[in-house]
Nanobody, 127 residues
Framework: QVQLVESGGGLVQAGGSLRLSCAAS????????MGWFREAPGKDREFVAA????????YYEYSVQGRFTISRDNAKNTVYLQMNSLKPEDTARYYC????????????????????WGQGTQVTVSS
């Protein structure tokens, strides 16, 4: 059974940084993508960033480009999201998700394409 476990969330002031981790267990991913999504109160869950397991190619939502960096450690089956220059509007619960059958852009940014989801970790940015 595949499990995704996020960690690293917390409370930070605007302009600060956090590093989220997502550890996958139950299978080793070598294809497809792992992504980060976020869900703020009253809003839909939205795409943040994704990375291809095979070659490390990355995708970002426009508002986080240049501030967030997604990376992976294949040996640890873990993906990270380094978040810098955080803004109050980044406040949300952040979820990691994984799938192994497609890896193009349209697939990576599409929430329904993901098979596995973690429970999420809360990120709160104060102004």
């Amino acid at each position: 059974q595949v499990q995704l476990v996020e960690s690293g969330g917390g409370l930070v002031q605007a302009g600060g940084s956090l590093r989220l981790s997502c550890a996958a267990s139950g299978r080793t991913f070598s294809s497809g993508v792992m992504g980060w999504f976020r869900e703020a109160p009253g809003k839909d869950r939205e795409f943040v960033a994704a990375i291809r397991w095979s070659d490390g190619n990355t995708y970002y939502e426009y508002s986080v480009q240049g501030r967030f960096t997604i990376s992976r450690d294949n040996a640890k089956n873990t993906v990270y999201l380094q978040m810098n220059s955080l803004k109050p509007e980044d406040t949300a619960r952040y979820y990691c998700a994984a799938q192994s059958y497609c890896s193009g852009y349209l697939c990576a940014v599409s929430k329904p394409k993901y098979t596995y989801w973690g429970q999420g970790t809360q990120v709160t940015v104060s102004s």
